[in-house]
């Protein structure tokens, strides 16, 4: 358990300092991801970059992730989720994978825009991607397949919690260089049960802790 986001942060950079990193840049995934971020990257005094992912809905239930899609247009579905509902007599075509997908990178523009964060090049960089948390792993996986592209030296995937999932963890452990969970419960349910203070962050936050960093 947490006190909140920016004590988990602490815990992780002792945990990433060990790697005595050459070149770190963190890449945090907003919104959750930035206060650890931003904590993170001031322990290493490494630059902090911001990677969209958005994740794509069940069409009957939005709080259910059947996938999720980059910034620049990748997309994951889970193959799993998606047998599961087709089980359940719940079919997802094509297109509407593809007009979600559309529907969320034009929101992630928004938010680009409205964040006002510069890119940072991350060829031969150690690159570190965090976030709060990890549930299914859609997200950590595409952000890592999404990153590779810039060609960093390595990627480490970061992160408090995550469920104690051998499937899981060797799917992340094929697209990173390393995997770092503090925490791996058995009985895990929510990212958010882990922690006191969980609360959504808005914009207005996010944009506050991204002022830490550049001041």
């Known amino acids: ?16 300092k060990k790697l005595n990193l050459k070149n770190p840049v963190v890449v945090a995934l907003p919104r959750g991801g930035v206060p650890l971020g931003v904590e993170i990257a001031k322990e290493l005094n490494a630059p902090l970059d911001i990677l969209f992912i958005k994740k794509i809905p069940s069409p009957t239930n939005k709080e ?14 889970n193959k799993k989720t998606v047998d599961f509902l087709l089980s359940k007599g719940i079919n997802i075509d094509e297109e509407y994978i593809q007009q979600t997908a559309i529907e969320k990178i034009q929101e992630i523009a928004r ?45 480490i995937i970061a992160a408090p919690v995550a469920p104690k999932d051998a499937e899981l963890e060797n799917m992340l452990k094929q ?3 390393r995997l770092i969970i503090l925490e791996q419960p058995e009985n895990f349910m929510s990212v958010g049960q882990w922690y006191e203070d ?3 962050l808005s914009d207005k936050e996010v944009k506050e802790y991204l002022k830490e960093i550049r001041d």
């Open 175 to 177: 697209v990173s260089s």
């Open 64 to 77: 259910e992730a059947i996938g999720s899609v980059s910034e620049n247009g990748l997309v994951f579905i």
């Open 111 to 155: 938010k680009r825009e409205k964040y006002d964060v510069e890119p940072i090049l991350l060829e031969e960089k150690d690159v570190i991607i965090v976030d709060d948390g990890i549930a299914t792993g859609a997200s950590m996986y595409l952000a890592s397949n999404t990153l590779v592209r810039d060609m960093p030296k390595s990627i």
């Open 1 to 16: 358990m947490f006190k909140n986001r920016t004590e988990a942060a602490k815990k992780l950079a002792k945990e990433i």
């Open 198 to 200: 969980f609360h959504q």
